[in-house]
């Protein structure tokens, strides 16, 4: 994306290109470790654990959603911005964390109540005192966002990442049960706010201005609205699978929902969370954005694309060997759900664009729509048990996604050829791939080895090689642009350990 960001936007292309950079190692290191944690919590607790969680985040979740009231992409997208809009905003979100956390505890008997188990309650009231725990460091997040200075920011989300998983990890060796991922979680909100506020030296001043408030909040209430009525239309299953099916099927759809979101949230997200500030400076220039949102899609489709398509094919295999057995059930919604992660890979870029060019009003009418297609789409499905969830929810958003991704491409004169040429190289060598890992796992369980580890192993190594051979095939250009992209990587600062342009 740097290329494309040439010229009097130098610095910013520079700036978003280190930051991409270092969102890839932020991710990678996250990733990692947030897989491992899974993995190792998978065998110490059972599903109904997580399913337990997964019940009492339904409601922290919601209020999570509007907790920030859009005032972080307001700070982001907002061009001119003082102490006081900031000062403002930071009590705001304090206030908003103490007033949601004393109603997340008023409504734990309702939701004890609702899913039949009161052990809910319990888990509810204990970990929505993160609202409270994570509250000072939101607009430190922001401010760091809006500067550009990803470095500090992939340093921070590395160690929440790693506190949680070690306190989580810890207790559950210790016999915790589901206490272990409700501690974990508080402990990593804990750590956050430490680390956000010792890479970023501001500090708020003991003021609050309605005024200065107001005018980022009329920018953040189509921002919050939208998040809030998106949270309903992402959260739906788990409450009607959480009502209708209970704790367990919950905790095994969770991990099923939680693999095809691992790219979703460790590569979409830290794509978006660089393009939405570098793209909110040339908001007015649609030719540029043209270029750089074509661009982030063709390489959010070249990472994701082949992990899902590898996913859904390997399912029982990876299942069995990193979960073990008592996760089996969650092969079929996985696979089916891969659908669902590619199409969410791509389409949340949508966002960027729409908030970057002022219009978080068309992301709110959307996800309205949306929502109501979701509820009939999961009462429906969940006849079926969960497998019938994931089909209705996947059927949904192949039918709904290219209708707002049109929408975003209309907003900035993108055509659905120019589109599609983006995604191209992606589609057809993630289909190379996926068809040479099938012809050799069906080759390898007759003729070589029962080993679900074996064949794990050896159709990963397969699959990349597949892949890599047919994107050379298609002379697709990513791939000459590697060494380029590494040196200007280096240019802005992301070898020497400097992110360009801002501090650490």
């Not at 393009?275 to 649609?286: K, L, N, V, W, Y």
């Not at 055509?415 to 012809?439: D, Q």
Request: proline share 4%.
């Amino acid at each position: 994306m740097g290329r494309e960001m040439s010229g009097p936007g130098t610095r910013i292309g520079e700036k978003a290109l280190a930051g991409i950079g270092w969102n890839s190692l932020s991710m990678i290191v996250r990733q990692t470790s947030q897989f491992v944690a899974t993995a190792v919590l998978a065998r110490l607790l059972l599903p109904s654990d997580f399913g337990l969680v997964g019940m009492a985040a339904i409601v922290t979740g919601l209020v999570y959603s509007v907790r920030e009231m859009g005032l972080s992409a307001a700070i982001v997208q907002r061009e001119e911005l003082d102490q006081m809009h900031l000062s403002s905003s930071f009590w705001a979100n304090i206030i908003g964390g103490l007033v949601l956390f004393g109603l997340c505890a008023s409504v734990a008997p309702l939701a004890a109540r609702f899913f039949k188990n009161p052990v809910v309650g319990p888990v509810l009231i204990i970990s929505s005192t993160s609202l409270v725990i994570s509250s000072p460091g939101v607009v430190h997040r922001a401010t760091l966002l809006r500067s550009l200075r990803f470095k500090a920011i992939a340093a921070a989300e590395v160690g929440t990442s790693l506190a949680y998983g070690l306190l989580a990890i810890t207790m559950a060796a210790l016999g915790f049960g589901v206490w272990s991922l409700v501690g974990g979680t508080l402990f990593g909100s804990a750590v956050g706010v430490a680390l956000w506020w010792s890479v970023l030296r501001w500090r708020p001043a003991m003021r609050f201005s309605p005024q200065k408030f107001l005018e980022l909040f009329k920018f953040g209430a189509n921002v919050m609205g939208s998040g809030l009525v998106g949270y309903f239309s992402q959260n739906v299953d788990y409450l009607v699978i959480g009502r209708r099916l209970g704790a367990f099927p919950l905790g095994i759809y969770t991990l099923a929902f939680k693999l095809i979101s691992f790219p979703l949230t460790r590569v979409s997200y830290m794509v978006t969370d660089v393009t939405f500030p570098a793209f909110s400076r040339i908001q007015g220039e649609d030719a540029r954005l043209r270029r750089g949102y074509t661009k982030t899609v063709r390489y959010l489709s070249l990472i994701i694309f082949p992990l899902l398509s590898g996913l859904m094919i390997l399912a029982p295999e990876f299942i069995s060997v990193i979960y073990g057995p008592k996760w089996t059930p969650a092969i079929l919604p996985l696979r089916i759900m891969c659908v669902l992660g590619m199409l969410k890979g791509v389409g949340t870029t949508v966002g960027s664009v729409l908030k970057a060019k002022g219009r978080p009003d068309v992301e709110l009418k959307y996800n309205f729509i949306f929502l109501a297609g979701m509820i009939l789409a999961v009462f429906l499905g969940s006849r079926y048990g969960i497998a019938g969830v994931a089909l209705g929810i996947t059927a949904l958003a192949l039918f709904a996604f290219p209708v707002i991704q049109w929408i975003t491409n209309r907003m900035i004169s993108l055509s659905s050829r120019e589109y599609m040429a983006a995604l191209a190289p992606s589609l057809a060598s993630s289909a190379f791939m996926s068809a040479a890992i099938y012809l050799w796992r069906m080759l390898a369980r007759a003729l070589v080895a029962e080993s679900n580890l074996f064949i794990l192993l050896s159709s990963f190594v397969i699959g990349v090689a597949a892949y890599y051979f047919f994107l050379r095939l298609l002379h697709v250009e990513e791939l000459r642009e590697l060494p380029g992209l590494i040196s200007r990587l280096r240019g802005a600062g992301l070898m020497r350990g400097r992110a360009a342009g801002g501090g650490g």
